[in-house]
């Protein structure tokens, strides 16, 4: 045990949760016993416990009933760990972490694993060539995808089991594993399906209250039962906002149900405020974008450690097939929206 109290200490000072440690009675001798004594372990472990670096301690091989005895005497009379402060931030993780806070650069999340969104994406997956298809996943981490985002809502697809066993593939290549995952699906049952399979903190995309309330306290009471993050679309009973004040107030209404009702912590949630396609020919479009830089930036005002995403290809859509062009707006736009806080 002794020779874990340096990695111990490191966890210590870090974890938001508890921290809990149970050793094997030192390492397997010749003939694959343990030899450290019940006064041994309980004289290390003490020491631990006494610097503040545990709140739950046990035994594993080779230790016995009087090693457990002598380690609960030893820590009985200490305080158990006190848990560091830490500062409320979106946090999500693959194999590896990645925190979302204030001095945190624009967060890019990689759509071509997206059935909708990519013809070669969906191609290779409806020939059941999924070993190519992991190689676009591949290539958007390597490119500077710090999520990725998965859909497979295709007719002709079994959704729930491509999600599956996408997320499985992607789970034994670390290279990708490594970013969160977004679990990108129209059907609840798909997202849940990949929530049960999925490794590390990942992000549902998405929920909301265009079935009611009763739905949507459902959907994201599940969400926090797998420890996910939530995109929360700016969609009511009575539809898409596409407003300032209906984008702010639907997602208003979201926040306290999800932080109040849910038990939600607010820094697991994202919101979408709906990004719609400007200069359609119809003139009340052309203010989609001014209306989602305006509600991105009254939620990050009014609605305490949320986060706010979007769509961004979804401005220039009537531009499509000029990629000039599109590229130019999509610059200016996500400088404004930035600048908002998206």
């Keep these: 045990p002794a020779m874990l109290r340096e990695y111990i200490y490191d966890l210590s000072q870090v974890a938001s949760c508890y921290v809990s440690i149970y050793p094997n009675a030192g390492l397997p001798n010749a003939f694959g016993e343990y030899d450290e004594t019940p006064e041994q372990m309980a004289r290390v472990l003490g020491e631990f416990a006494e610097d503040g670096m545990l709140n739950i301690v046990g035994g594993c091989c080779g230790t016995m009933p009087k090693h457990i005895k002598a380690i609960g005497e030893a820590v009985r009379p200490i305080k158990p760990r006190a848990l560091p402060e830490i500062e409320p931030r979106l946090r999500l993780s693959g194999l590896e972490p990645l925190t ?23 191609r290779l997956i409806k020939e059941g060539d999924y070993e190519t298809a992991l190689d676009v996943a591949l290539q958007q981490v390597e490119n500077g995808a710090q999520i990725i985002d998965v859909n497979m809502d295709e ?28 679990i990108d699906s129209s059907k609840w ?99 989609y974008g001014v209306a989602f830089i305006e509600a991105t930036r009254r939620i990050k005002q009014t609605l305490p450690h949320a986060s706010v995403s979007g769509g961004v290809s979804n401005i220039s859509f ?3 097939g000029n990629d000039t062009v599109r590229e130019a707006i999509h610059s200016v736009f996500l400088y404004h929206a930035i600048q908002a806080g998206m």
Excluded: W
């Design 100 to 122: 979302v806070g204030p001095q945190t650069n624009f967060v890019n999340i990689g759509e071509r694993t997206n059935v909708t969104g990519s013809r070669r994406f969906a």
């Design 155 to 182: 007719g002709l697809l079994d959704a729930e089991k491509a999600m599956v066993r996408f997320l499985n593939l992607i789970a034994s290549e670390p290279d990708i594993a490594r970013v969160p995952i977004m």
């Design 189 to 287: 049952s798909v997202i849940e399906a990949g929530l049960k399979c999925v490794q590390g903190k990942s992000v549902v995309n998405s929920i909301s209250m265009k079935e009611g309330e009763e739905s949507f306290v459902q959907q994201a009471k599940l969400a926090r039962r797998y420890g996910a993050a939530v995109v929360v679309m700016a969609f009511d009973e009575q539809g898409q906002a596409d407003t300032i004040e209906r984008k702010v107030a639907i997602c208003t209404r979201a926040y306290k149900i999800l932080t109040e009702q849910v038990g939600f912590p607010p820094q697991d949630v994202i919101f979408d405020p709906n990004i719609f396609a400007v200069a359609t020919g119809i003139e009340e479009h052309n203010g």
């Design 318 to 320: 009537s531009f499509r």
